[in-house]
């Protein structure tokens, strides 16, 4: 059976872009920097350049690439959890991205396939895990925050006898990701494998729409690069 799950209620990967590490901003202030202190440009080219990116800044490409790693990110650990329970991503995914920021942020969406013998054996065997349950504590509903959770034991049970086993699921794996690494993100997670990714990989110029402002950008990278004898002005052209 397919169940759709996101990282709202399976927060396995992070990919909220406001205000964070992923977000366009600060993913690519250094390359951002670089252009505008270039002694290449003239002030109305880096005026330009900067109006253009921020105007025109692809973010629906920008998130499919997120997702991209994302689901790298996914895949490698419903992998690693195979001895518990066996589960096949499915490729289809989308980072939704809310109207405003106030109470949420950019989620994941994902879906996850899984034999139902294989849920009917795993998941009630969790109602009788004290250990469980008192991990379950940490994600339920306290002042200022509303749990959408199933962390009692009757709500579990509920969920997975019920249509909503995807919260049953989510919170599992949850608890799975969170116990292989003593109940908290590592500091080299998979979240930090998403910016890595990103950063290592892709530029600023790969998500701006406007030709003209992409090669200001190209300018003012070759001419430094080719000064310093790192690659001329013809193989950066090519390569981009």
């Not at 910016?195 to 300018?219: L, P, W």
Request: with cysteine.
């Amino acid at each position: 059976m397919k169940i759709e799950l996101n990282t709202a209620i399976c927060p396995i990967v992070n990919v909220g872009m406001y205000q964070t590490h992923l977000s366009p901003g600060n993913m690519f202030d250094s390359e951002v920097s670089e252009i505008l202190a270039s002694e290449f440009l003239s002030d109305a080219e880096k005026e330009h350049f900067c109006d253009q990116y921020y105007d025109n800044f692809n973010t629906a490409a920008y998130e499919k690439v997120a997702a991209k790693y994302a689901m790298e990110a996914l895949d490698d650990f419903i992998g690693g959890i195979a001895e518990h329970i066996k589960l096949r991503l499915l490729p289809e995914a989308e980072i939704i991205s809310p109207r405003e920021y106030n109470f949420y942020t950019d989620e994941l969406y994902f879906t996850v396939e899984a034999e139902q013998t294989e849920l009917d054996k795993i998941l009630p065997a969790v109602c009788d895990d004290e250990w469980f349950w008192q991990w379950a504590k940490k994600y339920t509903s306290y002042d200022g925050f509303l749990s959408f959770m199933p962390c009692y034991k009757d709500d579990f049970a509920e969920a997975i006898n019920g249509e909503d086993i995807s919260r049953a699921l989510a919170l599992y794996l949850t608890y799975l990701h969170e116990s292989a690494n003593d109940f908290k993100e590592p500091e080299f997670g998979y979240n930090y494998y998403i910016y890595e990714n990103i950063s290592d990989n892709h530029g600023v110029t790969e998500f701006i729409d406007d030709a003209e402002a992409r090669n200001i950008a190209y300018k003012a990278w070759s001419s430094a690069r080719e000064l310093e004898g790192q690659l001329s002005f013809s193989e950066l052209t090519e390569t981009a």
